[in-house]
Structures are given as structure tokens and as C-alpha cells.
């Protein structure tokens, strides 16, 4: 591919994500799920009235600024409602989110472009984000996970930048790095899981450099010849082969990165930047200074309750999330026709009554989840086979030469497990939308399996490829009423619900 065809493919990636956020993005006059608690203490900000919340501040700060920007739109001004506190237009506390919601997929693209310099693999990862439901209906109002996902992406994406960069600019990429992993965390605290992705795969390379010196070192000069020998390498190419690979994946330069750098960069910058973020709130809310608020949230969750349906209706334990057995609606209501008002206030029509179904569904795109899990396990086989399997066979520690795709396996696996283990010990309700900041390294695993599929010499993989890739398209077309809340009849909407569990 071509690096124009690669821009004109990201720039119709945003496009296309724009386009699905912003299309009637104010049809619903009222607020949406959480919306209720979020677009009102964006609002309260700007009117200086305090407040508690649960999370972090960052974004509902940036849902007031969309606020403050918004009521300066006139207009937006012709239909309005005053539930967040004052009177507004619903694009006013939603634009921010689905502008900014937009870019999720260029992050996606970036990172795996910066990961294998594929073209090919960073459109289709990227596209595949387009694609996805959930994403869409969090950018659509006035919520905040998407928040935690886009500044922990970024976070990652300049780590990779600063890898591929040497001496000012790439402390320039790091310092940046830092503050954008702060900003995730000051969104929900379950942002760190990114930091933490950074911090394993630093490990992780420090790891695999020092067991290769260990075996090098004992390693004889005849042992090492006949190895090169074996895999039909002169010491000539074996040495330009090394040289390549190390400079193909930035991840290997995470070795040049030292204690000092990981501390400051990857540490102090984000506690500064999390800490500088609280202090709007602090200056608004008095009754809580910086240590208590801390110690009101953590009660808070520990008072959420246990994670089944007697608390909420939509719990999910983290091992329902990635085969999407528990999908949650934001928003239902029904009529009597398709011509009758949209219906924003009040309860819904009495059971059976309502023959027009109008439903919001915060669930991904089945078929790129699933396909996505399939991805990681493979990653995951395939990451054994290569890193582990070679020990075994000669019953000694062999550490092999990490390939391109070995590097890039690791760091989606990883990155997946690290957004994902930290549930398993957690009590109280979850929902469906924390696994947002672990799928879409799943995203990028499945983009990994088609890209590698399409690149086939075997027409039957290359169809293959093609054909995953159109059951993910097809997916999105079919469950997109669901995702932009358009009326379905009650027939229509139970083909649309495949399983009991999804209603």
C-alpha cells in the first residue's frame, strides 16, 4: 500500500467515524444513561455549584468545556432542555465526546503502524475501530470511558514514537507520553492499566536482553556456528538480519530505556499531571481536601455492592465481557408508530404495548469481538510456540530472535491481560464498557490475523481474510440501528437480539 492510499484511508476512517457519532447526535432531547450524572457535573463546573463523584474529574472537565463552547453555538440553540442544570441544547453537553470520540481509530491505526510499519495493518485495525458499537454509543453522549481509552492510547502511542526517536526529541515524546497516562488515570483509575501495559513490556524487554546475554555468554563459538549455520545464515546476513529486526520494532529499543527515564517519565510525570488535575475540583468542592476525596472514593465503590443482577440489572463479571454475553441497553423506549414523537420523557409504554422500539444498546460489533478473542488466543498460542516451545524441545533455555511479529504479539497479549486480570479480583457491579480499554487491543489482534491472511501466497487464506473482514462489516450494518438508537419494529428488534442474556 501506498502512503497515499494510507492517508486517504485514515482521513476516510475519521470521516466515517465523525459522520456515525455526529448523525443526529441531538435526537434523543434528554439525558442518556449516565448522562445524568455527568453532563450535570459538567455543568456544574461552569456554575460553580460542588459536587462528589465517584471518579476522577478529567473528563467531566472536558464535558464542561464542550458545554461552555457549545452554548456559544446559536445554532444549536433551537431545542433545549434544562436537566443538566441549565438550559441547554443536548449537542451542547454531547459534541466533545463525539468529536473527540472520532480520533479512537486513528490512535488504533497509529499504534500498529508505529508497531510493524504496515500500512495495510494500521488501515485495517483502524477501520475495524470504526466499525465497533460500543465506541460509538459512548461518543454519542455525554459519558466518560472514552476518556481513559483515548489519553491511555496516546500515552502508548508516543512511547512508540519516543522509541523510534533518539536524545531531546525523544524525551520531548516520553515527557508527552507521561502526561497523557496521567490524564487516563484522572479519568477513572482503571486508566493506569495502560501505564501498566508500558511498564510490562519494559520488563519484559529488559528480561528477554539479559537471558540472551546469559545464554550467549555460554554459549560456545561452535555451538553458535552451527545454529547460523542451520538457519542458512552467513555471519554476513545473520548480523544485517539482526540489525533489520531491531530497527523494524521500536519495542526492542525499550532496553535504552533505564530506572531513571521509566521513573520520570513513566512515573513522577503522570502522579504530577493526575494531581494538577484535581485541583479545579478541589477549589469548587472545599468539604474534601486531596487525600480525603481519595479515601470518599474508594468507599464509595466498596459500597457498589457484589457484581450480580440483585444490584443492577446489567452487572457483567469480567469474564462475560469478551464473548459479550451481557450488553447493556442506555436507553429504551417504544411508541405506538413510526410517525408518533420521539420519546424522551417519561416511562416507556406498559409491556406489549408499544409496537416501534426505540433502543440504544451499549454492546460491541459481535462479530469483531469474537473474532478479536479468537486473535489474542492465537497470539497467545503462537507466542508459546515460538518463545517457549524451542526450551522444551532441547531441553535447555533457548532464547530465540524476537521476529517482528513475536514483538508485536507480545505487546497486544500483554496489553490485553493487563486491561483485563485486574477485574477478576474485584467485587463490586461491573459493566460491560470497562472492557473498552482492553478490546481494543483485540481490534488490533484480528487486524493482525486479516493483514497477515491478505498478504497470503494461499488464495484460500487470502479469502479467508476477505471474508472475516466483510462478516465485520456486515455485522456493523446489521446491529447499527441499535447503536444510534433508530426505531425497529418489536420483530425486527428480537432478530437483532440473538441471546436472552442481550436483552
Known amino acids: 500500500m501506498t502512503k497515499k492510499w494510507f492517508q486517504i484511508g485514515l482521513v476516510s476512517v475519521f470521516l466515517l467515524s465523525l459522520a456515525l457519532r455526529f448523525w443526529g447526535l441531538g435526537r434523543f432531547n434528554t439525558l442518556v444513561f449516565d448522562e445524568v450524572y455527568y453532563a450535570k457535573f459538567g455543568n456544574d463546573y461552569l456554575t460553580g455549584v460542588p459536587f462528589f463523584d465517584g471518579h476522577p474529574p478529567f473528563g467531566k472537565l472536558v464535558i464542561a468545556l464542550g458545554i461552555w463552547i457549545g452554548k456559544h453555538v446559536p445554532w444549536w440553540q433551537s431545542e433545549v432542555n434544562g436537566l443538566a442544570g441549565s438550559l441547554m441544547s443536548p449537542l451542547a453537553y454531547r459534541w466533545m465526546n463525539a468529536f473527540t470520540g472520532s480520533f479512537i481509530g486513528l490512535l488504533i491505526a497509529g499504534i500498529a503502524y508505529q508497531l510493524s510499519h504496515r500500512r495495510s495493518f494500521g488501515l485495517i485495525a483502524g477501520l475495524f475501530t470504526a466499525l465497533d458499537g460500543i465506541f460509538i454509543v459512548e461518543a454519542r453522549y455525554a459519558l466518560i470511558n472514552q476518556y481513559i481509552v483515548i489519553c491511555g492510547l496516546l500515552g502508548q502511542f508516543l512511547l512508540l514514537l519516543a522509541l523510534n526517536k533518539k536524545n531531546q526529541r525523544r524525551h520531548i515524546y516520553l515527557a508527552v507520553a507521561g502526561i497523557a497516562f496521567g490524564a487516563s488515570i484522572a479519568t477513572k483509575w482503571n486508566g493506569l492499566w495502560y501505564l501498566l501495559g508500558a511498564y510490562s513490556m519494559w520488563v519484559i524487554a529488559w528480561g528477554f536482553q539479559i537471558l540472551r546475554k546469559k545464554t550467549s555468554d555460554s554459549e560456545t563459538h561452535e555451538e553458535y556456528a552451527h545454529k547460523l549455520s542451520n538457519k542458512a545464515f552467513s555471519s554476513q546476513t545473520a548480523t544485517k538480519y539482526r540489525v533489520k529486526t531491531l530497527q523494524i520494532s521500536p519495542l526492542q529499543n525499550l532496553t535504552q530505556l533505564n530506572i531513571f527515564h521509566v521513573a520520570l517519565y513513566l512515573g513522577i510525570i503522570p502522579v504530577i499531571i493526575y494531581s494538577v488535575i484535581w485541583i479545579p475540583h478541589l477549589l469548587l468542592d472545599t468539604k474534601y481536601n486531596f487525600i480525603e476525596v481519595h479515601k470518599q472514593i474508594l468507599g464509595f465503590h466498596g459500597r457498589m455492592g457484589g457484581n450480580n443482577a440483585a444490584v443492577h440489572p446489567y452487572c457483567a463479571a469480567w469474564y462475560k465481557w469478551p464473548l459479550m454475553t451481557r450488553p447493556m441497553a442506555y436507553y429504551y423506549q417504544t411508541t405506538q408508530s413510526f410517525q408518533d414523537p420521539l420519546p424522551v420523557f417519561g416511562p416507556p409504554l406498559p409491556q406489549g404495548a408499544g409496537k416501534v422500539i426505540y433502543d440504544v ?32 524441545q532441547q531441553q535447555r533455555l533457548v532464547v530465540p530472535e524476537l521476529s517482528i511479529d513475536i514483538w508485536i504479539g507480545l505487546y497486544l497479549v500483554v496489553n490485553y491481560l493487563v486491561n483485563l486480570m485486574p477485574w477478576v479480583k474485584v467485587t463490586r457491579c461491573l459493566f460491560i464498557y470497562h472492557y473498552m480499554t482492553g478490546v481494543v487491543f483485540a481490534f488490533m489482534a484480528i487486524a493482525w490475523v486479516v493483514d497477515q491472511l491478505l498478504r497470503s501466497y494461499i488464495a484460500t487464506l487470502r ?21 444510534l438508537g433508530l426505531p425497529l419494529t418489536s420483530e425486527a428488534y428480537k432478530l437483532r437480539m440473538w441471546f436472552n442474556s442481550w436483552i
Do not use: D, E, Q, R
Open 361 to 392: 444498546h451499549a454492546m460491541g460489533n459481535p462479530f469483531l469481538w469474537w473474532f478479536g478473542l479468537a486473535a489474542i488466543i492465537l497470539l497467545f498460542g503462537m507466542l508459546v510456540w515460538k518463545l517457549v516451545a524451542p526450551s522444551l
Open 463 to 483: 479469502a479467508l481474510g476477505v471474508t472475516i473482514t466483510f462478516l465485520i462489516i456486515g455485522a456493523f450494518l446489521f446491529w447499527l440501528p441499535l447503536y
